[in-house]
């Protein structure tokens, strides 16, 4: 009784996941790394809920897709792998676009906390060695309508 309750459970967590991915806004973002764009799209967790819940339950995840977390404002911010079963790369992307930390090929279920290092406006996740295999590196670029590019 106590394990048919638990797959019950554990169903309507990832139907509840699903649900919220569905009804997450998209957009497109771009990671500039050695003179070359790499396009993501990406869901957009804008609101503290979303951002809660990010990838967790997730199983799959595409080549070119992710999550983009925003914050109202730059901040320090930390991210765990509670309750995500993939791996992945985590990228920590200050106000002016440019990236301060990659945490990379991340423990899945893992509740250790991985801290941004510094303020951050924005944090990208995506499948776990892309920015390695990419050649993406601390100080190359995210850029995404989400955000606003720097003025000069």
């Known amino acids: 009784m106590i394990q048919r309750l638990i797959s019950i ?20 973002v771009l990671v500039e790394a050695r003179g070359s764009q790499y396009r993501f799209e990406v869901e957009v967790a804008d609101e503290p809920g979303e951002r809660a819940q990010g990838l967790m339950y997730r199983e799959s ?18 991210f765990w792998m ?13 106000a002016d676009g440019t990236i301060a930390r990659i945490a990379e090929n991340t423990v899945p279920m893992s509740e250790e906390m991985i801290p941004s290092g510094e303020p951050v406006l924005a944090v990208l996740e995506v499948k776990a ?7 993406v590196t601390i100080g190359d670029r995210v850029r995404s309508a989400a955000f606003p590019e720097p003025r000069n």
């Open 82 to 94: 509670r309750n995500t079963p993939l791996s992945l790369d985590i990228v920590f992307v200050r």
């Open 9 to 28: 459970c554990a169903l309507l967590l990832s139907a509840a996941s699903v649900s919220l991915a569905a009804e997450l806004p998209r957009d497109v």
């Open 129 to 135: 060695g892309t920015m390695r295999q990419l050649g």
């Open 61 to 78: 995840l595409a080549d070119n897709a992710g999550m983009l977390f925003l914050y109202p404002e730059p901040q320090p911010v930390q």
